[in-house]
């Protein structure tokens, strides 16, 4: 938690300071449409930054979603081994055996 902050708070005032210089306003358009917008320069680079940023952690969500599925099967698989170990230990207890079952191969790992 605290190694975040030494990250956050330099990085928010970085942005603070790029916003309070660059107050110049800029006229943006996009070619096929008639239509301008002015801002000031660091609401400009602030917005396509975040934009950016945003698609970028989609893309990284959408590339991880396999594995996340994938670890949440192997999840639920490990449980449910888990329930059938311990009903098997269970029936095991309550069997009057001549012999006491190897308890190495019973063990969790």
């Known amino acids: 938690m605290r ?5 956050t708070i330099p990085l928010g005032a ?7 210089s660059n107050t110049q306003l800029v006229r943006l358009g996009l070619w096929p449409f ?3 917008v002015e801002l000031p320069l660091s609401v400009a ?3 396509v930054s975040a ?8 893309v990284v ?3 991880g979603l396999p594995t996340r ?3 949440r099967r192997l ?3 490990a449980t449910a081994l888990r329930g059938e170990v311990d009903e098997l230990r269970r029936k095991l207890a309550r069997s009057p055996s001549a012999e006491p079952p190897p308890t190495a191969l019973l063990t969790r790992r």
């Open 61 to 63: 969500w959408t590339a």
């Open 75 to 77: 999840e639920n698989s």
């Open 3 to 7: 190694a975040s902050w030494l990250i």
């Open 45 to 47: 680079v602030l917005a």
């Open 51 to 58: 934009v950016a940023f945003l698609l970028g952690a989609l």
């Open 14 to 20: 970085l942005v603070v300071l790029f916003a309070v």
């Open 69 to 71: 599925m994938r670890a």
């Open 34 to 36: 008639d239509m301008t």
